[in-house]
């Protein structure tokens, strides 16, 4: 079939904290069925955004925009041979009295209600923009023909994809992108890797990696040597090895890293305003391969250094919290007892 690309306008009018959304419930074959969207449609010939903006908005609403703001282009490629490129506006002026629509029930809706309304996943993408008063974007989203997102991209680069799960660590057949997970608070899937080494005195000893400033959560903190999300699709041990490549230069191979279980964590906390929901179920593995510091290469944007320190020492100030860091305790004892086997093991 050959692929068709359409025009199109969506736009969500504001008033009082709550938008203006459309339950489409009408039309048969609507690709949004039973979903709630903004108000909008397709192009006209010779129409212009702003032209179409209006026009959709007066017929499905009976309101004549006063205020309007333009606020990016999304890409939705369908999966099923249809691209649409739809132009995003919000409003927060208006005037007319309203009339009933025929393509659904029109229905102000208080915002943070809206995101547990029966919505796009990718819709939440652009939600989270438009709520971050992020400038003018280009979003483009990719689906599988069935309603499932596949692959996002903001202003041509690639967004975080994460696999959501249930509590036994399967997935739920739900992929959401990584902004969006950490503000709803969603399950997803982490990898931490514990790097380990004998110090003189036959102590063990933890390398801590200082995260960067600008990270997003918890900037500054010291953390677990190298630990990253899994994106959708990730195999456990694969994503280990690459966030140790990444994070710190440091090659791998499997057999140098040692499972020692799952840990599940969770915190909220705000940064830069907002509030930031962690909530992961992460796969830890230890290993005691032999780092070179001077050959470390470490990424800019999440580590700012890196410390060797005793791990005695660094349980202790974990739980005394005389080190700034980010590391839940009962994972740290989650080494510390595996450790504790390998001591046995050389005795």
């Not at 649409?84 to 943070?112: K, N």
């Not at 969603?186 to 990696?209: C, F, K, P, Y």
């Not at 400033?213 to 195999?235: F, M, Q």
Request: net charge negative.
């Amino acid at each position: 079939m050959e692929n068709q690309n359409m025009l199109s306008t969506l736009c969500y009018m504001e008033k009082d904290g709550a938008y203006l959304m459309l339950h489409r419930t009408v039309k048969k074959n609507d690709v949004n069925k039973d979903k709630w969207i903004g108000v909008g449609g397709h192009f006209e010939a010779d129409e212009s955004p702003e032209e179409c903006l209006l026009r959709e908005v007066r017929e499905e609403t009976g309101y004549t925009l006063t205020s309007w703001r333009f606020r990016g282009i999304v890409t939705f490629v369908s999966g099923d041979g249809v691209t649409e490129y739809m132009h995003l506006f919000t409003a927060d002026g208006f005037e007319g009295e309203p009339v009933p629509c025929d393509e659904g029930q029109l229905e102000w809706v208080d915002i943070e209600k809206v995101w547990k309304l029966n919505i796009w996943e990718g819709d939440k993408i652009f939600f989270r923009l438009i709520d971050e008063d992020a400038p003018f974007f280009s979003l483009k989203l990719e689906y599988d023909g069935k309603g499932g997102l596949v692959s996002a991209a903001l202003d041509g680069k690639p967004m975080e994809l994460f696999d959501i799960l249930h509590e036994d660590g399967t997935k739920s057949g739900l992929v959401r992108e990584r902004g969006v997970a950490h503000r709803e608070g969603s399950l997803h899937g982490t990898v931490h890797t514990w790097i380990v080494r004998r110090g003189q005195a036959g102590n063990w000893e933890v390398l801590l990696q200082k995260r960067s400033a600008v990270k997003d959560s918890n900037p500054g903190c010291y953390d677990i040597s190298s630990a990253g999300h899994l994106t959708s699709g990730d195999i456990p041990i694969d994503g280990a090895l690459r966030e140790l490549r990444e994070e710190l230069g440091v090659a791998a191979s499997p057999e140098e890293l040692h499972y020692i279980g799952r840990h599940r964590g969770s915190f909220q906390a705000p940064f830069y305003g907002r509030m930031f929901r962690d909530n992961e179920l992460s796969n830890v593995y230890v290993t005691a391969k032999r780092i070179d510091e001077k050959s470390l290469r470490l990424q800019p944007d999440e580590v700012e250094s890196v410390l060797w320190m005793d791990f005695e020492d660094c349980r202790r100030a974990i739980r005394e919290g005389t080190l700034p860091n980010c590391i839940y305790p009962d994972e740290f004892d989650m080494v510390g007892a595996y450790l504790e086997e390998l001591d046995r093991g050389r005795d």
